[in-house]
């Protein structure tokens, strides 16, 4: 798998993130070229008429994020609006698709758990890389992403985590911040707490639910463009989700768009409570082994693509951010095509 590196300032991260992926960028929006088009009969010059919507707004608002897309878009050759489009797919497409996941974060004590399977067609796969990032007065990041888009799934050096599951909920405001750069902004956080009032601050512009978490702190913060809820950890200190809301939103109508979705969260809690109940401290491999459950498969925790289902697991990640180390799982965890460790070094790691 491609591990970008990218130092310096935002536009110098953009421009070694393009140049180091120029082939799975343009991979990343050949398929959603595709996909638009299938999905919600728009073409790719709708799609970018939409975008410049979002680009004028964030190089006012969030300058050193659209530097960082500018320098993706001119060191992979690409238009700086086809990079924005990546960017704001959740928020151009209206709801009309989004990834699906099983996300789970779990503060045992010992360990600060935080786990998901990301599920989305399977054609997206090889455009997936790590890009590990330093930037001048801010958190180390490391994440998994789809190449050409700067926030998304990992840790930091405070040891703060994100993970990201779709909900489908009618409505975008292009005044307030995209789900992808809400993903950024939390993984630029000492606290998963000042991560979560960023984002409430900001306002999100379209829904999702985003599980945030540190060593001693997870928020499930839900959204739509319109409302906030916090899921905050149960008895046994945890928050699962999938993707459909679990608390009320008042004015706001959930499609429920994967039914699925509504099983997975159960029996994440389910099998999650078999290996973690009556104060047991479960091990590293007793919680990557519930990414695996089959349960209800195809559509499982660990789901399998087919005409009904629609997308199949394409990584585990696994994350412990009391020790800020991570296991990365490529392809269903279940048959994994390929194991990548992330972590950062103890002596470097910094201390909310």
Known sequence: MLVVECKGTPYEIGYQHGSAAKSQVAGSIAFYTGLFLKNCAQTWPQVLSHASAFSAHAEKEWPAYHEEMRGIADGSGQDLLSI???????????????????????????????GQNWDWMTAQKPNLIITQITQ????????ITEAGIIG??????????????AIKVKGVDAGRMPVHFGLRMALESTSAIEAVQKLEEYGMASSAHILIADATTAVGLEFSSKTFARCLPDELGRVAHSNHLLMEHPGVVDTVWLKDSLFRVKNMLEISGKVGGEGKNPSWEEV????????????????EQTEVTGSATLFNILMDLKTRTATIRMGRPTK????????????????P
């Open 336 to 351: 994994p095509d390929e194991t990548i460790q992330l972590s950062f070094v103890d002596t470097d790691a910094k201390t």
């Open 288 to 303: 990557s082994a519930l990414f695996e459950d089959e349960q209800n498969y195809p559509a499982a925790i660990c789901r």
């Open 136 to 143: 001048e007065g801010k958190p180390r990041i490391q994440m």
């Open 84 to 114: 924005v489009a990546l960017n704001v797919r959740t928020e151009i497409n209206f709801g009309l698709f989004s990834d699906g996941c099983t996300s789970l974060a779990w503060n045992t004590g010992a360990n600060a758990w935080l």
């Open 152 to 165: 998304k799934i990992g840790f930091n050096e405070y040891g703060v985590g994100t993970l990201l599951n």
